[in-house]
């Protein structure tokens, strides 16, 4: 069965940095597009930066110039670099691929971790 799991999370100080992991396991036969979430309560979840195959990263206005996104192929890991962190990127983040495997091709999405930025 594929599935993500997710690595990382936990508290710190507004203003430092938080690296988050998301590795798929399975029978992987490729790994599309992978993204990054967050929820907090009350809230719709919100997309936070993507990363296509090939590279090509997009975020969120919110995260842009202090979020970076980067996957390992080798290792079906998706990461998240987030620096300058504030108290409002406190959040579930989820880890989000859509993935081919011999279930076909469909989204799968990690448990998700808790960040919380303090002030």
Do not use: H
């Amino acid at each position: 069965q594929v599935q993500l799991v997710e690595s990382g999370g936990g508290l710190v100080q507004a203003g430092g940095s938080l690296r988050l992991s998301c590795a798929a396991s399975g029978i992987i036969f490729r790994i599309n597009t992978m993204g990054w979430y967050r929820q907090t309560p009350g809230r719709q979840r919100e997309l936070v930066a993507t990363i296509t195959s090939g590279g090509s990263r997009n975020y969120a206005d919110s995260v842009r110039g202090r979020f970076t996104i980067s996957r390992d192929n080798a290792n079906n890991t998706v990461y998240l670099q987030m620096s300058s962190l504030k108290p409002d990127d406190t959040a579930v983040y989820y880890c989000n691929s859509r993935i081919t495997s011999f279930q076909g091709t469909r989204d799968y999405w990690g448990q998700g971790t808790q960040v919380t930025v303090s002030s």
